[in-house]
């Protein structure tokens, strides 16, 4: 592994990996964070909304289409912003992402109305 | 659209925008990704305990009061976060809002006792 | 409380504890972040995992060591973190804590494939 790669954010892992020099900041390690940032933000409340809207007996053709969506989004998401592709392919993934979310929201906002 | 209130993280969205100079750090926009930040810290945990609670049968009423005091106080601590409002008015609407969190925890621990 | 040790990412909260100059970043505190970053990114999935693989009936044993698993190496993930203990004993307890999430991952795939 070249060593000329490394970044560690923690001392004791530079210290094991080639010396404490490489206890720095990368570029493309800030990268991989700010993307991982953004599935955290994203892909927990959609597991959240998923499994609430599951429950209101979907039919399985629509709920399958909502999670389709929001799957080939956020694989678009990533990669366009691993591999830096041309603004706004992250954002138009993004987007498209929040689409099924938003409907998803939606449909339990209205499911639950009747109890409010 | 001023270019001068612009940053962005990443290069690319800086080039569609106006230029590499507006990739950079600012304040404002670290103080709504601290406030993002908090939110999932927070929010993420909540929506579970909540989704748990719920199936322990609550009182609809006491389950309301603890949803209730949970978005109010998640309001404040945004709106007190993003107007910079005098310390420690965020702090307290975070520790407000906690409250439901830990009766919601603490019930949980309690129904799920015989089972350990 | 002793001023030397304080560190606040915001100016109003610098500003209550002893002035602006504790606005700054510390390192123990980055430490704690980053620790606490790394718990959203494993114990958010593993609640949702567990929530999921808790409905598909399986043996309350099995289950218990799964959680269990997860519950020591995440303890001990928190503590060889906050106490730099020497690598690769972090990274060692992060990896045993993802072996009972790739686990329910599996078999909640595997319960789902007649509906695929």
């Known amino acids: 592994m070249g060593t000329v790669l490394q970044a560690f954010a923690n001392p004791e892992d530079a210290l094991r990996n080639g010396g404490l020099q490489f206890c720095r900041k990368d570029p493309d390690v800030e990268r991989c964070r700010r993307a991982h940032r953004n599935d955290m933000e994203n892909i927990f409340p959609f597991l959240f909304l998923g499994a609430i ?28 912003y691993l591999l830096r592709l ?30 409010w």
Chains 1, 2, 3 share one sequence.
Request: glycine share 2%.
């Open 53 to 80: 809207y599951s429950m209101l007996d979907p039919s399985p053709t629509v709920a399958r289409i909502h999670f389709l969506i929001f799957c080939v989004g956020r694989i678009v998401h990533t990669i366009a």
């Open 86 to 115: 041309k603004a706004p392919t992250r954002s138009v993934a993004y987007s498209v992402a929040q689409l099924p979310c938003f409907s998803m929201a939606l449909q339990i906002l209205l499911a639950t109305t009747p109890y």
